[in-house]
């Protein structure tokens, strides 16, 4: 089992930043990133890093949010930048193990960008 907790969240004006963090328990040989969810909406993907490779991005996030992993330390963070109103949203981390298949979930971090 691989906890996953996340900190950073909060409520920010538009235009703003926030950094997002996500601790796991262990090393995930797999691929990590973060999800956001709006009430009454799917859980859509915003960005996600392999443990070898190149990162991919919603359309909403590109040019805006860059997510970076730290391997030593079991992390996975997402810079957000230019924040709009339409970006708020819980957002969850998640750790995908390519080795045992199985998904991970963090519980949450709420994003809030006032207008």
């Known amino acids: 089992q691989v906890q996953l907790v996340e900190s950073g969240g909060g409520l ?7 950094r997002l ?12 990133g973060w999800y956001r969810q709006i009430p ?3 859980r859509d993907l ?6 070898v490779g190149v990162a991919s991005y919603a359309d909403s996030a590109k040019g805006r949010f860059t ?6 330390k079991n992390m996975v963070s ?3 930048t230019a924040l709009k109103p339409e970006d708020t949203a819980l ?13 991970y979930w963090g519980q949450g971090t ?3 960008v006032s207008s």
């Open 46 to 51: 915003v960005a996600e890093v392999p443990s």
């Open 12 to 18: 920010v004006q538009a235009g703003g930043s926030l």
């Open 78 to 80: 997402l810079q957000m």
């Open 67 to 72: 997510i970076s992993r730290d391997g030593a």
């Open 21 to 32: 963090s996500c601790a796991a328990s262990r090393t995930i040989f797999g691929t990590m």
């Open 110 to 112: 709420q994003v809030t």
């Open 91 to 103: 957002y969850y981390c998640y750790a995908r193990d390519h080795i045992r298949a199985v998904d």
């Open 40 to 42: 009454g909406k799917q």
